[in-house]
Nanobody, 128 residues
Framework: HVQLVESGGGSVQTGGSLKLSCLAD????????MGWFRQAPGKEHEGVVG?????????????TYADSVKGRFTISKDNDKNTLYLQMNSLKPEDTAMYYC?????????????????WGQGTQVTVS
């Protein structure tokens, strides 16, 4: 059983920063590949497939970012702590969303939500 627990969301002003964390509690080999996704307000009905890939760390450590966040967001992972991070700087109102972390043992398209088996409950980020 694997549980992913996000934290660090909140409300910030435009230009501000937040750092999200995701603790992977359980079998770490199942979450070797991990990513951050977000779902904008009003799109909750789309479910998992409606989530936008923000940043991902593939199983080989390669990082991938959505064009909209390149240069502003940084994904990192502490394997000793089984924790995934997302440092978000220069936040914009369009970054407002529920942010989810996800994990999977194997991934071919790191920013595609359907590739991931395990999901956290999400943490809300609001930028005004």
């Amino acid at each position: 059983h694997v549980q992913l627990v996000e934290s660090g969301g909140g409300s910030v002003q435009t230009g501000g920063s937040l750092k999200l964390s995701c603790l992977a509690d359980g079998y770490s080999h199942i979450t070797k590949c991990m990513g951050w996704f977000r779902q904008a307000p009003g799109k909750e009905h789309e479910g998992v497939v409606g989530r936008e890939g923000v940043a991902a760390i593939a199983c080989d450590g390669t990082t991938t970012y959505a064009d909209s966040v390149k240069g502003r967001f940084t994904i990192s992972k502490d394997n000793d702590k089984n924790t995934l991070y997302l440092q978000m700087n220069s936040l914009k109102p369009e970054d407002t969303a529920m942010y989810y972390c996800a994990g999977t043992p194997v991934v071919y398209s790191p920013t595609e939500p359907y590739e991931y088996n395990y999901w956290g409950q999400g943490t809300q980020v609001t930028v005004s």
